[in-house]
């Protein structure tokens, strides 16, 4: 008995339609036609693939444009602007904010988040008790993996590592730290990979923001991610430094993230509107070259970062518009690149969230149909899902468009 039919879907690769049986949340049955009078969505030959994965997201600060102006444009000028709005958070404010995020991220086809929760001992626990919270109310169309943070340092800010232990404690999934806001960036990166191992966690950096090659943090963090022995269990995110290097040393930089198990994420909107603000002409774009990096097995991936706030004051959670802008901004064009871009805000942050990326039987019915024919189309076109699942249940559907010809 099944539950549910998606009917005439093209999957990512092959040349025929298959319908697409499912039961109990899971996928039973792919063929060409099954039977069956269970309810149904037609797919109409458009692509069936399962849903994106956002890998690195603020829902705690999001959407606060009305009460937070970066008055310089700087990554500094976003820090301290949030950290004076941060004041008047209140854990139901957070929630709001961060369920509106959420809310439109769904129906942009995302079904997986990494999200980012700043820690301290101004905002306290609100943060994560608020992204907690709301882990639980839309478990029914996104998993939540809650990463701990602090933001605005752990040693220059005392009583900040007592509270991300006490988030760990009740439910935080992993560690994520911030060096270049600490008086001492390597005892921060050290004391981080300790807890880490101490709660068996994965750890996520916001790393190298700035475009000055002549010093970085990623060489200890990828240090310390071979000492503790945390290979593949590393994130890093911006690295706009990479976006400076010259191909003999970013060569060398791959090869010492490779053999740290290092991964890293670009956040395209936040890196192009922050950095580069010292040039009055000729800026540079500040997107590390994540494809490069993809290209010699290191794990990457795109991201939203920031939504209407001083880091980013423009967001609309596509995930597909956020592979677009990579590709732009990084000059890419052909089939293979651009199915690269798709890979980066799908198979990689799913295998990074422990997911599965495929459309098999005995999977999770967690897809997204999308209006295209192939996974590098969905990039060029901005394609938006017309109509998403998570476990068996529909969660969201977009009308289509319709022209009024004259008559
Ligand atoms: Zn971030």
């Not at 109990?24 to 037609?42: C, E, K, L, V, Y």
């Not at 009308?399 to 010809?405: C, D, E, G, I, S």
């Amino acid at each position: 008995m099944l539950d549910y039919l998606v009917r005439n879907a093209c999957l990512p690769g092959e040349n025929t339609l298959v319908d697409l049986g499912v039961a109990d949340g899971n996928i039973t049955q792919i063929a060409q036609s099954i039977h069956g009078d269970a309810p149904s969505f037609d797919a109409c030959g458009q692509l069936i693939s399962p849903g994106f994965v956002e890998s690195h997201i603020h829902l705690d600060k999001a959407c606060i444009l009305d009460r937070a102006k970066n008055e310089t444009g700087t990554l500094q000028g976003a820090i301290s602007a949030v950290a004076n709005a941060k004041s008047g958070f209140t854990e139901d404010d957070i929630y709001a904010r961060a369920a509106r995020v959420i809310e439109k991220a769904i129906t942009e086809g995302t079904n997986a988040v990494r999200t980012h929760v700043e820690i301290d001992p101004g905002i306290g626990l609100a943060g994560f008790k608020a992204i907690k919270r709301l882990k639980a109310d839309y478990a029914w169309a996104m998993d939540v993996e809650i990463c701990v943070f602090p933001q605005e340092g752990l040693f220059n800010y005392p009583g900040t590592e007592e509270l991300l232990r006490e988030a760990l404690d009740n439910g935080a999934d992993l560690l994520g730290g911030c060096p270049y806001m600490d008086t001492d960036p390597n005892g921060q990166i050290l004391r981080l990979f300790e807890m880490a191992r101490e709660y068996d966690v994965d750890l996520d950096f916001h790393l190298d923001f700035d475009l000055d090659a002549s010093w970085r943090h990623l060489d200890e963090v990828a240090k310390q991610s071979i000492a503790f022995g945390w290979q593949g269990r590393v994130m890093i995110g911006h690295v706009t430094k990479l976006s400076v290097l010259p191909k003999p040393e970013l060569d060398d930089t791959i090869a010492i993230m490779r053999d740290a198990g290092i991964g890293l994420t670009v956040l395209p909107a936040t890196d192009l509107f922050l950095t580069g603000r010292d040039h009055d002409h000729s800026v540079p774009c500040g997107v590390a070259p994540a494809h490069k990096l993809a290209d010699h097995g290191v794990c990457c991936t795109i991201a939203t970062n920031n939504v209407l706030n001083p880091f980013t004051p423009y967001g609309d959670c596509s995930l597909s518009r956020m592979a677009n802008l990579y590709a732009n901004v990084s000059q890419l064009s052909t089939e293979a690149e651009l199915e690269n871009c798709f890979a980066m805000v799908s198979d990689a942050p799913a295998k990074l969230l422990g997911r599965s990326s495929k459309i098999a039987v005995g999977q999770a019915a967690s897809f997204i149909v999308l209006p295209a024919q192939s996974r590098a189309q969905v990039v060029s076109e901005i394609s938006r899902p017309v109509w998403g699942m998570k476990d068996g249940r529909v969660t969201f559907e977009h009308p289509v468009a319709k022209l009024f010809r004259p008559a």
